[in-house]
């Protein structure tokens, strides 16, 4: 993972990490294709927007019950977070240019 892409260890980690400022949020699976495609697109994307959003990575199968508590079905789904709460969801592989929109609207 790059800099500013982090893996999840806790769910006490992922509570304290959506809790202030925006974060998007990809629930994935390690078997998963899509979302080993949605990887690098993550990355570029957290390269690029640098330390203006939080990227996290969940592991579904890891972390199920985020992936409950989230009403995450499939994978791999993104879900946008500004100040703890939920302001968008995106299910399945995203391309850079929706996920860059979706990140500037919610900081602005």
């Known amino acids: 993972m790059s800099e500013y892409v982090s ?3 806790s769910e006490i980690e992922f509570n304290n ?9 990809d629930f994935f ?3 998963c294709g899509p979302c080993r495609m949605q990887s690098p697109i993550l990355e570029a994307l957290a390269a ?5 959003v939080k990227v996290i990575k969940v592991d579904a199968d890891r972390f ?3 992936a409950v508590r989230y009403d ?4 791999p789904t993104l879900i ?11 299910v399945g592989l995203q391309q850079a240019a929706t996920l860059k929109n ?6 602005t």
Request: aromatic content about 4%; charged content about 15%.
């Open 64 to 66: 199920q019950t985020l």
């Open 7 to 9: 893996i999840i260890d």
């Open 102 to 107: 979706a990140v500037e609207n919610a900081i």
């Open 72 to 75: 995450v079905s499939s994978i």
């Open 29 to 31: 699976a390690m078997w």
């Open 48 to 52: 690029e927007i640098g330390n203006t």
């Open 17 to 25: 990490m959506i809790q202030s400022g925006v974060v998007l949020v």
């Open 80 to 90: 946008l977070f500004k100040d703890g709460q939920i302001i968008n969801r995106l």
